[in-house]
């Protein structure tokens, strides 16, 4: 369908973002978008991959700037215009466990056929390149380390009282809770999914309950290793259906994760986040691993068991310098003008 429209005139003012139609990750295009709003009268498309028509198609040929934001393995496919600029944003920050053409050696054949159709691919540092070259497939020329826009977020203005009491009301927590947000990834090996094998929540309230409320964030794939609604006794608020994620660490007074990505982006709010990891010799061993050593990186201490993490927690253990020194490794710029330097990079051609 796309190769019927390989001749049409590419307008300068039009802008397509390729997305599904669930809106997955939207924020990094929601910013791209509102940086070029700022800069002149632009047409926007939004492509949706799920949602094919002629019409769509045909826009999207006819776009300067293509913006993409996760996997689209048809671009390997789809025979673009030397005047149309295909960006990719990736929708993660820094670089953590190992993706795409680093642990999958079968698709390295059509990432390389999908690098070749994009022009450049942004990340949050010159640190990661060699990572996200591996991952996509892609020479380092084109991998730019201009930053994440969507985190642009955290340098606008927000009422943090404000927030913070919406979410107090909505979940019906005391205002002088604090907030711990546990956000678990998911495991291939599906006995460890349900973290209620291991966490002790029942423990948990009764040791820190006075101060602290648990809200958790389920990855999409775990929800259905959770048999029970344990949330209506009171035990934990269930956020997972959350519409913002950021939000949510910004009121957070402390995150609890395993492997999770998320891990970076909390990074730069410099508060305590603890790793969860009953499973860590098995998720090393067997898992698709990391860009680097987990043990002696991540920002925050490794805790095994129950017993251990509430510890951690009541004991207030954080080390400062080696989140600093985390966030150093996986950006370059965090001063809220990615979007900016993006849109700035590409209406200078590159310069």
């Known amino acids: 369908m796309f190769s019927l429209f390989k001749h049409t005139n590419v307008e300068a003012n039009r802008i397509s973002f390729i997305i599904d139609s669930r809106e997955s990750f939207k924020g990094n295009l929601d910013y791209i978008k509102k940086e070029f709003e700022k800069r002149g009268n632009f047409e926007f498309h939004f492509f949706y991959k799920d949602k094919l028509s002629f019409s ?6 006819g776009s300067k700037y293509i913006f993409l934001n996760d996997n689209f393995f048809p671009l390997a496919f789809m025979k673009f215009s030397d005047e149309n600029t295909i960006v990719q944003l990736w929708h993660a920050p820094g670089a953590s466990k190992k993706f795409g053409g680093s642990i999958d050696i079968e698709s390295r054949e059509i990432l390389r056929k999908i690098s070749e159709n994009t022009d450049c691919l942004i990340v949050t540092s010159k640190n990661i390149i060699g990572y996200y070259s591996e991952a996509f497939q892609m020479p ?6 201009l930053g994440l826009p969507r985190m642009d977020y955290y340098f606008e203005n927000h009422d943090l009282d404000k927030l913070k009491d919406d979410f107090c009301q909505k979940f019906d927590v005391p205002k002088d809770k604090k907030i711990i947000l546990y956000a678990p990834t998911f495991r291939d090996e599906e006995k460890y999914n349900n973290v209620f094998n291991y966490l002790d929540v029942e423990d948990f309230n009764r040791q820190l309950g006075e101060e602290y409320v648990l809200a958790l964030r389920l990855h999409p794939k775990i ?4 048999k029970d609604d344990i949330s209506s006794k009171g035990k934990y608020i269930d956020v997972s259906g959350y519409e913002s994620e950021q939000e949510l660490m910004l009121i957070s007074d402390m995150l609890i994760t395993d492997y999770s990505s998320i891990m970076i982006e909390y990074s ?13 010799d098995e998720y ?7 860009y680097y050593d987990f043990k002696t990186t991540v920002p925050g201490p490794i805790v095994y068991t129950s017993d251990e993490l509430i510890d951690a927690i009541r004991n207030g253990i954080s080390d400062e310098s080696k989140i600093s020194e985390f966030v150093m490794t996986q950006f370059d710029e965090i001063d809220g003008h990615s979007s900016k330097r993006i849109v700035d990079y590409l209406l200078n051609n590159g310069g």
Request: aromatic letters at 20%; a positive charge; zero cysteines.
């Open 284 to 290: 090393l061993s067997n898992e698709r691993g990391f």
């Open 268 to 280: 730069i709010l410099n508060k305590p986040t603890i790793f969860f990891t009953y499973d860590l």
């Open 140 to 145: 380092e020329s084109k991998i730019k380390a």
């Open 56 to 61: 769509s198609f045909k826009k999207l040929a």
């Open 223 to 226: 929800k259905n290793f959770y």
